[in-house]
C-alpha cells in the first residue's frame, strides 16, 4: 500500500503561484505514474498533471504553459508547480499514485486551492 501526503495548498489571487507538495511511502515500488487532479464544488475530479515512472508527463490543455509537474525520486516527492492562476483553477487538488489507472490507486487526503479574482 502507499500513503500520500499534500500540502502547499492555499488563497492566492488571480496571476499569483503556488507549489503543491506530495509525499509518498509505502510501497514505492508498485508506483508506476503519479499524478494530481483536481475537483471543483459540484464537479467531477479531473486529471491536471501526471508523470510516468519513465518520466513521460501529461496535462490538461488548461494548464499548458502554466503549471509544471515534477519529481525527487530521493525524496519520493511530486511536486506542482502552478504559475499565472486563475480563478477556474480552483478547487481541491488530490495526488495519487498508480500502477496505471488511478482509479484503483492510492489517494491523498487533498489540499484546497483558491484563486481570488
Known amino acids: 500500500q502507499v500513503q500520500l501526503v499534500e500540502s502547499g495548498g492555499g488563497l492566492v489571487q488571480a496571476g499569483g503561484s503556488l507549489r503543491l507538495s506530495c509525499a509518498a511511502s509505502?510501497?514505492?515500488?508498485?508506483?508506476?505514474?503519479m499524478g494530481w487532479h483536481r475537483q471543483a464544488p459540484g464537479k467531477q475530479r479531473k486529471l491536471v498533471a501526471d508523470i510516468r515512472r519513465d518520466d513521460v508527463i501529461n496535462y490538461v490543455d488548461s494548464v499548458k504553459g502554466r503549471f509544471t509537474i515534477s519529481r525527487d525520486n530521493a525524496k519520493n516527492t511530486v511536486y506542482l508547480q502552478m504559475n499565472s492562476l486563475k480563478p477556474e483553477d480552483t478547487g481541491v487538488y488530490y495526488c495519487?499514485?498508480?500502477?496505471?489507472?488511478?482509479?484503483?490507486?492510492?489517494w491523498g487526503q487533498g489540499t484546497q486551492v483558491t484563486v481570488s479574482s
Open positions: 509505502g510501497s514505492i515500488e508498485s508506483i508506476n505514474i
Open positions: 495519487n499514485a498508480a500502477w496505471g489507472d488511478p482509479d484503483f490507486g492510492s
